[in-house]
């Protein structure tokens, strides 16, 4: 259990909970598409970041890192089914 403290000092307790699913032969198949069309993404756009910040010397705000998702979103590869 982790406590720490809230919004004007108070105390807060978060606790956790762990769960686990035994997915069918069906739901595994659409998990592992999902997690790794996530994984992709993460990369993309992790190698843009980097390849920015070493060309630029900039930073990459949430707002920029959205924009170059939606981009690459509108590229349609066939990843994305």
């Not at 982790?2 to 769960?19: E, P």
Request: charged content about 20%.
């Amino acid at each position: 259990m982790i406590v720490a403290r809230g919004f004007l000092g108070q105390l807060s307790t978060r606790t956790a909970y762990k769960c686990r699913a035994y997915p069918d032969q069906a739901q595994a198949s659409v998990l592992n598409r999902t997690f790794g069309c996530v994984r992709v993404v993460w990369n993309r756009t992790l190698a843009w970041r980097h390849q920015r910040y070493h060309a630029e010397k900039a930073g990459t705000n949430l707002l920029q890192a959205n924009a170059y998702l939606t981009a690459m979103k509108k590229l349609a590869p066939a990843w994305r089914g």
